[in-house]
């Protein structure tokens, strides 16, 4: 990952795109509260704002690219992702639980884009 110059951020992002690609994921650790591993906690907040505040990965990604991002179709990518959780904040609020978040026939869509945004920036071939 040395071809970024965040490469740390980068981590970090790979890290957000997997709970955000796994359903099971979010039920077990963000609404039942297990703990995994070196994480003691863990919520849809922390990916919002890593995509949102502390990168400008959600509302710009294209200006991320050489910083997290390697290229432009990975910033599509990411855009993608961005607009559903935008979409869905739009239609609902940023007040719903995390339960409910996941629960919404819109979510999917939050899923499948952190699914082949994953696929393309860490090389998973998890589906």
């Not at 980068?10 to 039920?27: A, T």
């Not at 200006?63 to 239609?91: H, N, Y």
């Not at 994953?118 to 998973?124: E, P, S």
């Amino acid at each position: 990952m040395s071809d970024v110059k965040s490469p740390e951020m980068r981590e970090e992002l790979v890290g957000h795109l997997r709970e955000l690609s796994d359903i099971d994921y979010q039920r077990r650790v963000w609404v039942n509260g297990i703990s995994e591993g070196s994480i003691q906690h863990d919520e849809f907040d922390y990916a919002v704002h890593f995509l949102f505040d502390d990168t400008h990965l959600a509302g710009d990604p294209i200006s991320t690219v050489g910083w997290i991002l390697r290229s432009p179709d990975e910033a599509d990518l990411i855009k993608a992702l961005g607009e559903a959780i935008e979409a869905i904040f739009k239609k609902y609020g940023a007040r719903l639980s995390d339960a409910q978040y996941i629960s919404l026939a819109e979510w999917e869509m939050v899923i499948d884009c952190a699914k082949k945004a994953l696929l393309v920036i860490a090389g998973d071939r998890r589906s």
